[in-house]
């Protein structure tokens, strides 16, 4: 079955210093999606890339998406100890399309 | 407009009772979703329907039965719990089409001693 795989599982950043993390799927995607998890909460939706090789941003959070459809990273500029959280990327198959699986997600921490 | 709710909140078993977490969402989406989330294994699904009427097995199904009631409520129910079943469980609800993005109900934590 397919597998997403996120890297790296935690990361620990001094507040201002960049911070990437990066998701592989096995399988083709019809679209990747990235979620923010604060400690203690529910998976809150960010964003959806659709196309081959897109780039979207949003203030300091920069999405690409694999020309191959098939990886994915999430790069945050300047973090702020706001950014602290579990970042996880889903995407449904291609073929398939209602299956939604999830990466294991990387577990954010900013130091002040 | 409450989004995906789930209950209960908290729970706590005994190895072998058995309960049903319930889901309901009000936004008349087609597929509903049950995971779980154990510490540093991020969100694994067990089991999915992507329409009112068919459920199939996700990654982890053993143990769990579910049942899509209707289009808004997809329930998740444990026979006999063991303790390997404590984790948090969120019901998560997604529409076909272009936008798929998924909208996660609060969470049930779930303790089984």
């Known amino acids: 079955g397919q597998q997403v795989m996120q890297i790296p599982q935690y990361q620990h950043v001094q507040e201002g210093e960049d911070f990437t993390t990066y998701c592989n799927s096995s399988?083709?995607?019809?679209?990747i999606q990235w979620y923010k998890q604060r400690p203690g909460g529910h998976p809150v939706f960010l964003i959806q890339l659709v196309k081959s090789g897109e780039v979207k941003k949003q203030k300091r959070l920069t999405f690409q998406f694999g020309e191959a459809k098939k990886n994915s990273s999430l790069h945050i500029t300047a973090t702020q100890t706001t950014d602290v959280g579990t970042y996880f990327c889903?995407?449904?198959?291609?073929?398939?399309?209602?299956?939604?699986?999830f990466g294991e997600g990387t577990q954010l921490t900013v130091n002040p | 407009n409450a989004g995906v709710t789930q209950t209960p909140k908290f729970q706590v078993l005994k190895t072998g009772q058995s309960m049903t977490l319930q889901c309901a969402q009000d936004m008349n989406h087609n597929s509903m979703y049950w995971y779980r989330q154990d510490p540093g294994m991020g969100l694994r699904l067990i089991y999915y329907?992507?329409?009112?009427?068919?459920?199939d097995k996700g990654e982890v199904p053993n143990g769990y039965n579910v049942s899509r009631l209707n289009k808004r409520e997809f329930s998740l129910r444990l026979e006999s719990a063991a303790p390997s079943q404590t984790s948090v469980y969120f019901c998560?609800?997604?529409?076909?089409?272009?936008?798929?993005?998924?909208?996660f109900g609060q969470g049930t934590r779930l303790t089984v001693v």
């Open positions: 889903a995407g449904p198959e291609e073929t398939s399309g209602s299956r939604l699986t």
């Open positions: 998560a609800s997604s529409d076909l089409g272009r936008h798929t993005e998924a909208f």
């Open positions: 329907s992507a329409s009112e009427g068919t459920t």
């Open positions: 399988t083709t995607l019809s679209n």
